[in-house]
């Protein structure tokens, strides 16, 4: 039975700790780090024990051995959480974006660097998903031949827009941003397609959606349903997403030019009822779109006239993750038992968090990111300590 403990007990852990029951983990909860665990009614609908309330990671820490140490907490707590947990020397598990901040990455690849840690999961749960994985393994084998250029989109309903202008999301001091937050996944699984890093990005957005200006928006469906009151916004919550504090934006689109050629055009929006997040694969022998809401494959070669070649995979779930969480426990557990290797490094992480960083960047500058100086800062801050 694997001893855990967890240092941030919110939705998305207890979720997680949800999906490694259902496939098959012995564990239990030892004990928990949170001022107001708003993951307590996920863990008790799945049966498990949040174990023994700690009033701090060092205490927590201080009641080893465990087998993992998972964290949850919101994102401009990662770094700290992260060196504790690294430093008690326990196998961690940490959500994404792996942290914030370009400071914090360096920070963070300095303490990575170093020798004989223990290992980091971070949970990019899109690379467990089987249609994630089967894209991957289509552009690996060439079936595209080249790849040329992408794009992408993710696009939320509104009441999950909603939630993020209510939820610790909505300010930069602690989500670091809406792109970051949202689709660090996305540009994980880009640069691992593309095998390279970017090289300029530009980015445009604005909060045009969720502000005061747009509070006397009609807030009922055409049914008399009411709109944008999904779910509990949890730890430091705002009561009403278009008078909340957010300093984020509800909307964005990027370029991105990545070192060997490849371009990329996104775009994300947080209140759309058509939901979408598809990504278009143009190579030179083939095209591939992956529907990721409807967790679905097309592929064709370029110039071939019958129907195109379509996948659908079984599972689809409300949280339209599709099953990727219980693949994503199994990948952790048999990194954990030395079985196989997770499908997802921290080098990988602070790679996408920094492409996010940079888009954003661009979008605050109005500028042109050329991403030279931040590769070599991650660079540096490497081999500073290998
Ligand atoms: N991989 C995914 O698909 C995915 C999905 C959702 C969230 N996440 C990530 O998971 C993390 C948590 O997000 P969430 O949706 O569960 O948010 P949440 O608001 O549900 O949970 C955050 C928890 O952290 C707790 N917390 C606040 N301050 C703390 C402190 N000082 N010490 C310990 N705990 C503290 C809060 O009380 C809350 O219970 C974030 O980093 C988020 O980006 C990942």
Not at 175 to 198: E, Q, T, W, Y
Not at 296 to 319: G, I, K, S
Not at 333 to 352: C, G, I, K, M, Y
Not at 361 to 370: H, I, R, S, Y
Request: net charge negative.
């Amino acid at each position: 039975m694997k001893r855990i403990g967890v240092i941030g007990l919110g939705q998305r852990i207890a979720h997680v700790l949800a999906a490694m029951e259902e496939s098959g983990w012995s564990l239990r909860v030892a004990g928990h780090v949170d001022p107001s665990p708003v993951g307590l009614p996920i863990l008790a609908e799945a049966g498990i024990d949040p174990g023994r309330a700690y009033a701090d990671p060092q205490s927590l820490l201080a009641d080893g051995p465990f087998d993992l140490v998972m964290i949850g907490s919101p994102n401009h707590l990662h770094l700290a959480h992260l060196e504790a947990a690294l430093d008690a020397g326990y196998p961690v598990f940490a959500e994404k974006p792996i942290v914030r901040t370009p400071k914090e990455s360096f920070a963070l690849a300095r303490r990575l660097a170093r020798a004989g840690g223990p290992p980091l999961f971070i949970g990019l749960v899109m690379r467990s998903m089987p249609l994630v994985r089967e894209v991957i393994a289509r552009v690996d084998a060439g079936e595209l031949g080249e790849l040329i250029s992408m794009d992408a989109t993710e696009h939320l309903h509104p009441e999950h827009g909603a939630y993020l202008a209510r939820n610790w999301r909505r300010k930069a001091e602690w989500g670091g941003s809406f792109m970051l937050d949202k689709v660090c996944h996305d540009f994980d699984i880009f640069g691992r397609l593309v095998g390279a890093r970017p090289a300029r990005v530009a980015s445009f957005g604005g909060r045009r959606i969720f502000h005061p200006g747009a509070a006397d928006r009609p807030r009922h469906y055409e049914d008399g349903s009411p709109a944008y009151a999904l779910r509990d916004a949890g730890w430091m919550a705002a009561n009403d997403p278009f008078h909340s504090d957010m300093d984020l934006f509800d909307h964005q689109t990027a370029l991105v030019h990545y070192e060997n050629g490849v371009a990329l055009s996104f775009h994300a929006n947080s209140h759309v009822n058509l939901q979408e997040r598809r990504w278009y694969l143009a190579g030179s022998h083939g095209t591939l779109v992956a529907d990721l809401v409807r967790n679905r494959m097309l592929f064709r070669p370029t110039l071939d006239r019958r129907r195109p070649e379509r996948l659908d995979f079984a599972t689809r779930t409300a949280d339209l993750h599709n099953g990727a969480d219980q693949a994503m426990a199994a990948d952790l557990l048999a990194a954990l038992d030395d079985a196989s290797r997770f499908p997802v490094t921290p080098w990988d992480s602070l790679e996408a968090g920094l492409t996010v960083m940079a888009i954003d960047e661009a979008a605050l500058t109005g500028e042109v990111v050329d991403c030279t100086p931040i590769w070599r800062g991650l660079d540096e801050a490497r081999g500073a300590e290998a």
